[in-house]
């Protein structure tokens, strides 16, 4: 493999700054990271700045502005590979639920001048606005999922990250199924994996962080959730959390709206 | 000795928690039933004591209750969502590791499972041990962890006297009782009498245990009882498919409009296969770390209701959950027996609990039969049907 040590950049947009804090919490692997990769322009982390242009660009957060969508245009001009991290980056996160209201009216209702407020009608993902080179889906993303990435595309490998349901974490971990044991309503048969099934194994239904798996059936799974009796308003709610936007999500959300 | 002419004893549970302590001495790992986060598990276990006592269950299509109940006993509930599977094929699997660089490098490979114990393996677990022995031990091919733990492997049956609402292994030649494929077999018996154990030893390690233990021979009352228990677990259990007719009916029906009807309501989620004791796939992963001079390689449990699991050069060739439905159902109870010799299913019923969404393979098996498309299409047409995109 290449012994020249990749440029990394780390860029926030609307978010809660969970998934920078998931490198950050790298701990033991951040200092085999610095060996292997220089992190050139990581704000959350550090102050010092090398200027781009960058190998790999990681985004964190959705664009909700005027700003952001040319912000993205100028990362993508500066980089080799962009990786989208997070449900925000990925589907435009909770924030996504402003696509659903007429957000000038909350404007209005909540800042004292609201003509001070240049925000866009919808949070998007960042591959909505440019070319992206991978996602990471989750709220917060994995740690060891992002690691895997980074070092697949330093190696140059596929990264592994199974698009499969969340199912199939609970039944390597050992998590009696919550849905069938206990009549918790989860989203895991229908979101894809990535957290180590973590609410099924504190007896929670999935909230679907990780966005929609391949190939989700979301009107079967709210079909059966209706006729245990799940109301409507409750399932909207269900796929309208941190994935609001992903499509699966979306449009099953607008049935019971 | 034919099993019918073996004696067959009478043992208490003091003499079980004698026979664990044994085992354990002489370095067995021991596996059983425990209660856990709300089910049944099969999980190792330190003491006799730790296996579940007191629970009766309740299952139906896509649920699962556990009650507590002082006169139930140590194995009166049919299967969890596990199966012994899990420990002679593991979920996670490191097959090796490498460390070194790309000239110079050192693989290591995991050392081979311990000997164990299975505590209260019933009839359809022994029937899948025996399909999956030929999946891993027959042909070019041989899982040698499989065949490591399999070679010092102790297997403590129990008769099932309790089949779930979803069992239905007298639909197959096994039934509740199993009868080959056991070292020790164990009938409970718990009524306001007592608790105790119809045994029959099979293998000598436990026929000079039983011997040692001066254990009571069962006498012909205790035999009757022992029968009759097991004769009211299989009038429990209602026929519900025909093994050998579903395996033509469904050669017949790979176009039926029934696979597009399921595939509304299937969420291809896996649940079933990984509940499954016989379903048997996997797949490799290969994990690298940063500076690229540690690699491991892991075998997972797949399934071929996950996208990637069909994915070739080109795409997937199962991309619909219709062409994932029947594949999975086609090859249990159809292609099975073309590749292995036997049905792909045991009648466990784990695959009917533990959908979330409650599809019953029966009923879905039994929607086809009550309208079949008609008779066998020749191997040509059938294939020229697959290229036309038929998934």
Redesign the interface.
Known sequence: MSTEKKKLAVWKFASCDGCQLSILDCEDELLLLAEHITIAYFPEATKSVIEGPYDISLIEGSVTTPHDAIKALEIRKNSKTVISIGACATSGGIQALRNYIKVSKYVKAVYAKPEYVDTLETSTAIADHIPVDYELRGCPINKYQLLEVLASFIVGKQPNVPNQSVCIECKLNGNPCVAVARGEPCLGPVTQAGCGALCPHYYRGCFGCYGPKENPNTSALAQHLSEYGVMDSDLMRLFRNFNSGAPAFREESKKYD | MRSKDRPRYVLTVDHLRGLFDELSDQGYEQVGPIF????I?L?KINSFDELTLGYLEQQDK????LDQHPDAGYFQYSV???SFK?FLNP??RKLWEANGS?SNFEITVPERPAKMVFWGVRNCDIEAIRILDKVFLEGAYVNDWYQAAKEDLLIIAVGCTHPSKNCFCTSFDSGPMPYEGYDLSLVEVKDGAGHHFIADGKSDLIKHWLNDTEAQLASKDDLEIASRTIEEAIDNMPIRLNPKEASELLKTNLEHSHWEQVA????????CT??CPTCFCSTT????????DHTERWL??D?CF???FSYIHGGQIR???RSRYRQWMTHKLSNWYDQFGSSGCVGCGRCI??????IDITEELAAINDNPVGPAKDKKSRGNEKHKGST
Do not use: F, H
């Open positions: 856990r986060d709300g089910a598990m999980e896509g649920s699962y209750n969890g969502p596990q899990k979920p996670r790309s509304s309501r299937c969420l291809s989620c896996a649940n990984l509940v992963e290969d994990i690298t770390d940063i500076s690229g997972t449990w399934s996950v996208g990637d991309p619909s959950t609990t533990w959908c979330p969404v409650g």
